[in-house]
């Protein structure tokens, strides 16, 4: 079994900066992409920021410049630097990976943590 935990989320005020991290455990042979996603409240959840297992990285229009994704291969783990943060980044953020497992590949989620940039 796979399990995807994040850490990171809470309160920040706008042009404040977060830093959100998502591990991966378990019988894991590899992982392809890990990607973050966020819902805010009556929204679809959005892909926010995506990035390969060859560092190749790709952002949702509104957070380029100021989100940074990077991953440590070593410890299977993604990271989202959240800079200057506006009210719209509020959301409930979820970090997801393709993973290679014995039989197959298979996404796993994670839990889903809040960040919520104040005014």
């Known amino acids: 079994q796979v399990q995807l935990v994040e850490s990171g989320g809470g309160l920040v005020q706008a042009g404040g900066s977060l830093r959100l991290s998502c591990a991966a455990s378990?019988?894991?042979?590899?992982?392809?992409?890990m990607d973050w996603y966020r819902q805010a409240p009556g929204k679809q959840r959005e892909l926010v920021a995506a990035i390969t297992s060859g560092g190749s990285t790709n952002y949702a229009d509104s957070v380029k410049g100021r989100f940074t994704i990077s991953r440590d291969n070593a410890e299977n783990t993604v990271y989202l630097q959240m800079n200057s943060l506006k009210p719209e980044d509020t959301a409930v953020y979820y970090c997801?990976?393709?993973?290679?497992?014995?039989?197959?590949?298979?996404?796993?989620w994670g839990q889903g943590m809040q960040v919520t940039v104040s005014s």
């Open positions: 378990g019988k894991i042979f590899s992982i392809n992409v």
């Open positions: 997801n990976a393709a993973v290679n497992v014995n039989g197959g590949s298979y996404d796993y």
